[in-house]
């Protein structure tokens, strides 16, 4: 598997250590760490986080020369390292810490969803090929939308996740429409989600103020 090793891991925390040491409060992913008592948690989250990069050398996507995505994969690459993120909340939890010597299976499994291969369901060419559905062929930039509904349409045909994705219009979210889709799909978070929400199901938040309980790990 190629991706982000424990060597070049290792290389950025050891980057991190000749920087100006940090003071203060400093926030990753919804958690608060006060520098430079918290820099040892702080740095075993940052490492914990999945890092996808561009890539060169992969098999050609279909019906196309690309064997790299360098150049025009960057927001592709966002997209996988959120949707990342949120599988490890949903299966390991928002304090799953990362060791060299890892041996969770749901971590490896959630890994192998975006190798650069067409078999994966995150991977840099299914995702890719999505875009020629909304005037994106492969090669050419997405913007957040875009890999959004990317992600929607793959996302259907991933059970294992638990997963719908709900995808926000105007700058807007629309409970009501969200209450259609994915509040449903995971037990453990319905029951927060109906009691936070409940009695303002038509109502309209902004996507600066929404509840991070009614969108589950989005708030993470």
Known sequence: MESLTYEVASEL???AEVTPPLKGEC?????????????????EDIRSRLWCSYRK???AISGTSYTTDAGWGCTLRCGQMLLGHTLICNHLGRDWRWHPQEKEEKYWKILRKFLDTRDSDYSIQMIALQGADFGRPV????GPNNISQAIKKLAVHDSWSGLAVHVAMDMVVVIEDMSKG???VSNHLEGR?????????KRKC???????????????
Do not use: I
């Open 182 to 184: 994915w509040w449903v």
């Open 193 to 201: 989600v109906q009691n936070s929400c409940r009695g303002r199901n």
């Open 206 to 220: 902004s996507t600066t103020a929404v509840d991070p309980l009614c969108c589950g790990h989005l708030g993470e």
């Open 13 to 15: 925390v050891a980057f």
């Open 139 to 142: 090669g050419q930039w997405f």
């Open 27 to 43: 926030w990753v992913l919804g958690r608060k760490y006060c520098l430079p008592h918290d820099k040892a948690a702080m740095t």
């Open 57 to 59: 050398n992969f098999r």
